[in-house]
């Protein structure tokens, strides 16, 4: 009884820990224990396939969007992007993008495959998950978020990157990039691109399809209708007033981190903020919206979307989101 009761005591805490993350001292072999469960999980839910394999792709993407330890360990909103060669992994000191944490891990998470081993290393104030990938580079062009290809340089860093690196911060997944180190012999795609974000293909589905809220969320979610309406009716005002120059994929001010507004899945991201900006008349940055009953439209486009974004969100189980700030 003399040793067994301490190490229950211990199995206890780090159990507790895994969860609530309290008390300084015991939290490096917290964060580590956490960090290799989610690196077992994700490696389990996207083994390797063929990269033309869709139904792999798809089967990864349920996975990964039920995983409840990565659900509840993911920020929101979280970073994602190319890693800055050199720089530390603070996430302010790479060109990152913001995304809801569903959003993440069901659309791009689910474009990596991972043979198997990974690595932890402690990088204070940061803890890092090294996790080894080959890219899903053959898919239909539609089955990723939106045209990569429009930058060569973001297009190799998704082909020719070779691991995930995942930043913990107390207990959370504050970031998650692609490593500056890239290996040339990968086989590599390349696609031409049209200047269009989203198109329309030969047999009138739109793309990239899984932009979209069908593919998002789950198949009964009573909300994908009205919400599909929702963001529709807001971004074509939203056009108007020309949010879309600057918070589009090329990033025309060098927005960092980038705010996407400009596909239905990626904007859930901001859905909150957006409603604070124009309440504050903040957007357009350095001239707000200068006629009022045009803004108080988009604000109520705004609200819509940003409640009825909520309501769909609840009903796959995710995490209420902060408030806005
Ligand atoms: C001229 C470029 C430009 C245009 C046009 C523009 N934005 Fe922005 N937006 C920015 C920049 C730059 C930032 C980051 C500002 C910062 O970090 O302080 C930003 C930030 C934001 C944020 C995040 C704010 C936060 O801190 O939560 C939202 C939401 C947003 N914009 C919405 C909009 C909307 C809606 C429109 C159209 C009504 C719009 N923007 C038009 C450049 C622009």
């Not at 507790?16 to 994700?42: C, H, R, W």
């Not at 800055?84 to 990152?96: F, I, K, N, V």
């Not at 020309?242 to 899945?265: E, G, K, Q, V």
Request: charged share 20%; aromatic share 10%.
């Amino acid at each position: 009884m003399k040793i067994s009761a301490p190490r229950t005591v211990c199995a206890l805490l780090v159990a507790g820990l895994a969860v609530t993350s309290v008390g300084a001292a015991v939290q490096p072999m917290d964060d580590t224990a956490l960090a290799a469960k989610i690196a077992q999980g994700i490696i389990a839910a996207c083994p390797m396939a063929d990269p033309a394999d869709e139904k792999a792709r798809d089967a990864s993407a349920d996975k990964l969007a039920r995983f409840a330890l990565l659900r509840d360990t993911l920020s929101d909103p979280l970073y994602w992007g190319g890693h800055t060669a050199g720089a530390s992994y603070d996430p302010a000191d790479s060109q990152l993008t913001l995304f809801n944490p569903l959003v993440w891990r069901r659309m791009y998470l689910s474009l990596f495959m991972f043979p198997g081993p990974y690595r932890i290393e402690r990088a204070d104030p940061y803890l890092l998950l090294w996790i080894p990938y080959q890219f899903r580079s053959k898919l239909d062009m539609g089955a990723y978020p939106y045209p990569f290809w429009h930058s060569k340089k973001k297009w190799d860093s998704y082909q020719l990157a070779t691991q995930l690196i995942l930043v913990f911060e107390n207990g959370k997944i504050i970031a998650a990039c692609r490593s500056e180190n890239q290996d040339k012999t990968r086989p590599y795609v390349a696609h031409p691109w049209d200047g269009r974000w989203r198109w329309t293909d030969a047999k009138g589905q739109e793309q990239p399809h899984v932009s979209l809220y069908t593919y998002l969320f789950s198949p009964d979610n009573p909300y994908v209708k009205e919400l599909d309406a929702a963001y529709r009716a807001f971004e074509a005002a939203a056009r108007e007033q020309s949010c879309s120059i600057c918070h589009s994929p090329n990033n025309a001010t060098a927005m960092n981190p980038l705010r996407l507004l400009t596909f239905p899945s990626q904007s859930l991201t901001m859905r909150r903020n957006i409603v604070a900006q124009l309440q504050q008349n903040r957007m357009p940055l350095d001239t707000g919206i200068p006629d009022d009953a045009a803004r108080q439209k988009l604000l109520e486009l705004a609200r819509e979307f940003a409640a009825v974004g909520d309501q769909a969100l609840d009903y796959e189980g995710e995490p209420k989101s902060p408030d806005s700030h």
